[in-house]
């Protein structure tokens, strides 16, 4: 993988500072990390999420608890429903279609950051025990539209502790939809 001076963006990401992690503090167990976040309007009884607060729509948060703290839920001003991605259990070539951008989220946010966002919220999810390394290569914008290529490694144990490299990309067409394939 590419030393952190060699590319455009490196970010650490650790599962006790996940989504996942705060929830479990915060509401019902989740057993496992979530398959997807709803879409839904925040209101007054929505908290948001700390692990992702800096990313606001409108002074909001993208990212927030159900009223109930059940659940983790996404702002329907910033997209549609959104499947999580496994990167690393991702088949090489394989494609996911995560959901939709609206076009309020890519006018308040720079596409960097909307990328940033979707990893540290484990919708595109780089690990599966401890947390991974991502490094940002290449990036491409183009009217409404938006390509990343990033390397990663991540770390997990199974008898003894394992880094296992990866390679994906993640982009979006200029009406929203997000796709993220694995390319290594």
């Keep these: 993988m590419a030393p952190a001076a060699a590319c455009l963006?490196?970010?650490?990401?650790?599962?006790?500072?996940?989504?996942?992690?705060?929830?479990?503090?915060?509401?019902?167990?989740?057993?496992d990390f979530f398959a997807r976040y709803r879409?839904?309007?925040?209101?007054p009884a929505h908290a948001p999420v700390e692990a992702v607060r800096r990313f606001a729509l409108a002074g909001a948060p993208v990212f927030a608890f159900a009223p109930d703290r059940s659940s983790i839920v996404v702002d329907v001003r910033f997209s549609s429903d959104l499947e999580v991605v496994d990167v690393p259990r991702l088949a090489v070539g394989a494609e996911v279609r995560v959901g939709r951008l609206t076009d309020a989220a890519r006018a308040a946010l720079d596409a960097r950051a909307i990328l940033e966002l979707l990893v540290r919220a484990d919708v595109v999810r780089t690990y599966w025990h401890l947390g991974s390394e991502v490094w940002l290569q290449r990036e491409d914008a183009s009217p409404g539209g938006y390509r990343a290529e990033l390397d990663g490694t991540h770390t997990y144990f199974t008898s003894r502790r394992h880094r296992a490299p990866f390679a994906f990309a993640v982009e979006w067409a200029p009406d929203g939809e997000v796709v993220v394939t694995r390319r290594s």
């Design 39 to 43: 879409a839904e309007a925040l209101g």
């Design 9 to 31: 963006a490196h970010w650490e990401l650790h599962s006790q500072a996940s989504l996942l992690a705060e929830q479990r503090r915060a509401g019902a167990h989740q057993p």
